[in-house]
Nanobody, 121 residues
Framework: QVQLVESGGGLVQAGGSLRLSCAAS????????MGWFRQAPGKEREFVAV????????TYADSVKGRFTISRDNAKNTVYLQMNSVKPEDTAAYYC??????????????WGQGTQVTVSS
């Protein structure tokens, strides 16, 4: 069984910063990529960023490029999403996921429960 647990969400003012964490347990993740997705009320879940466990390749959605940074600590089996210069439109539930190195939701096998990020204007 695979478990992914997100943390670090909360309320932040526009222009501020927040760091999300995703702790993975239950299996070795050296063969998985780790991604972040988000879902705002009434909208589809959308891709935010992805990182390989080996090599550190990353891909970002255009909407967050230059503001968000995905990173990982292999020793802790933890992935982070550093969110800088946040905007009200970044408000959403953020989910981490394990799967292929992809921007598509269907390419991910395991999902966390989500953590809420609310950006006030």
């Amino acid at each position: 069984q695979v478990q992914l647990v997100e943390s670090g969400g909360g309320l932040v003012q526009a222009g501020g910063s927040l760091r999300l964490s995703c702790a993975a347990s239950g299996r070795t993740f050296s063969s998985y990529a780790m991604g972040w997705f988000r879902q705002a009320p009434g909208k589809e879940r959308e891709f935010v960023a992805v990182i390989r466990w080996k090599g550190g390749d990353t891909t970002y959605a255009d909407s967050v490029k230059g503001r968000f940074t995905i990173s990982r600590d292999n020793a802790k089996n933890t992935v982070y999403l550093q969110m800088n210069s946040v905007k009200p439109e970044d408000t959403a539930a953020y989910y981490c996921a394990a799967g292929l190195y992809s921007t598509r939701r269907d390419d991910y096998d395991y999902w966390g429960q989500g953590t809420q990020v609310t950006v006030s204007s």
